[in-house]
């Protein structure tokens, strides 16, 4: 029921399902869908917010998350500049989001 209710908010197999869409754009098309990104983006923003204060997170959700860094860190040599470097600049806002989970650092400053 507690997980139900946190995850309310994004529903995981529209998230898995949007994230297929984008890779197949991305790889079978050579196109970079801002407006699926940015709704793919927008739901991983809501989810990391909730799992900065939980102690667990759906698999589902996980596998979305790799997933889609996956996605933006194989590359492909068929993409334009253009293309390229806004899969650059999507890894890193998706490498920040990731690493902003834990107000802790692992190392101390």
Known sequence: ????????????NSLYKNVMEFDLKL???NTFD???YTDIYQQFETL???WE?????PKSAFISCVYMVDILAGGNRFWSN??????????IAMQELITNID???????
Do not use: C, G, S, W
């Open 34 to 36: 801002e407006k699926l």
């Open 82 to 91: 253009e293309i390229r470097t806004r899969v650059e600049d999507a890894l």
């Open 27 to 29: 790889r079978n098309d």
């Open 103 to 109: 107000n802790h650092p692992p190392y101390p400053k």
């Open 53 to 57: 204060t939980q102690d667990f997170i």
């Open 48 to 50: 990391f917010k909730q």
């Open 1 to 12: 029921m507690l997980k139900e209710v946190i995850f309310r908010m994004v529903e995981l």
